[in-house]
């Protein structure tokens, strides 16, 4: 998986490649291979239901336990797909892809047109000083927060908090991205109430089928386990020890992505469930490139290779969740005590 050397390898001793030029260089990855899509689609969800079934089968309770997990990191890289599909990565003049898409979107409490508007602005200003809320967790600097009154101090926490993560289930995803839309916009997000019906039939369907517990073992616990893995990696992406944050005057799209997005070391496993996304200065770099092309094009371009980094250790964790605020005199993310 080695790219043409001729075409993306800056040469030797050639000053590293920025802005248009290295978003050139990405171009050559921003290709959809249609056949390899679809078995992604396919694939992906026939691991969910498979899951789905040895829940509902009950067979011992370590199966089910390890089917919940696997359920719900399954739905992880579903979301992904949808991520790809939104970014018009893959499948794009899919007729059908729309409608598995979409559906995909809305059992996974993610309407397309509250994630289209939100998640176009986070990728046109990534870790901006100003304007960094939409779509993603808030930045404020030092001096941004010693000046911020205490309603504004409470909400930042809030946001920022790692329960806020735990709970995405219902605070990033059920409140933040479906009622709370709705309820402002609701011409504009009427497919809210699709995401709410689909995904409540989902659960109704399940609870009377089978079970109340079955509808909480086989429905929210694994969507638990999705929007809260889900929400940490969105938050780790961008709130983590090696980043820069720009001023929205000086703000650059290629160094927003070199510089303001991680590369998230994991296991081939965990690539998987997450559908490549730790890669995410790459994507940033092009949303274009599909999922599966994300590898090749970091191994591919050399300016690539050096991003900063952080992993699912716990230490890792710690170190990320620890960041709060951003301190433009040391230049880098520290904790609300200045550390």
Not at 200 to 227: E, H
Request: positive net charge; charged residues 15%.
């Amino acid at each position: 998986m080695t790219a043409n050397a001729d075409t993306q390898a800056a040469p030797t001793g050639a000053t590293p490649r920025t802005g248009k030029e290295l978003i050139r260089a990405s171009r050559e990855y921003a290709k959809d291979d249609p056949k390899r899509s679809w078995w992604a689609v396919i694939s992906t969800l026939g691991v969910c239901a498979f899951f789905e079934t040895l829940i509902l089968q009950s067979i011992h309770p370590a199966v089910t336990v390890i089917s919940i997990i696997g359920l719900g990191l399954t739905m992880v890289r579903a979301f992904i797909l949808f991520h790809d599909y939104m970014h018009l990565a893959i499948l794009r003049k899919s007729k059908l892809g729309k409608f598995v898409f979409h559906m995909i979107g809305y059992a996974l409490l993610t309407p397309a047109t509250v994630w289209k508007r939100t998640h176009n602005y986070h990728h046109a200003n990534n870790s901006k000083i100003a304007g960094s809320h939409i779509g993603s967790y808030p930045i404020l600097s030092t001096t941004m927060w010693r000046r911020a009154k205490k309603m504004q101090r409470l909400q930042y926490r809030l946001s920022r908090h790692p329960l806020n993560i735990v709970l995405g289930y219902f605070t990033v995803f059920l409140i933040g991205l479906v009622l709370l839309p709705f309820f402002r916009r609701p011409k504009a997000h009427y497919d809210s109430i699709f995401a709410l019906i689909v995904h409540f039939g989902w659960l109704a369907a399940v609870w009377i089928l089978a079970s109340p517990m079955m509808a909480v073992l086989a429905v929210m616990l694994p969507m638990a386990i999705a929007t809260a893995t889900g929400a940490y990696l969105f938050y780790a992406q961008h709130n983590f020890p090696d980043m820069h944050v720009q001023s929205r005057d000086g703000w650059d799209f290629a160094v927003a992505a070199t510089e303001c997005s991680s590369y998230m070391k994991m296991s081939p496993i965990m690539h998987w469930f997450t559908g490549n996304i730790g890669y995410h200065h790459v994507h940033h770099l092009n949303p274009l490139i599909p999922f599966y092309r994300l590898p090749d094009a970091m191994e591919g371009i050399e300016e690539l290779q050096n991003p900063g980094t952080t992993s699912l250790l716990p230490k890792d964790i710690w170190a990320c969740l620890r960041l709060s605020v951003w301190d433009p005199r040391k230049k880098k993310m520290v904790s609300f005590g200045g550390e």
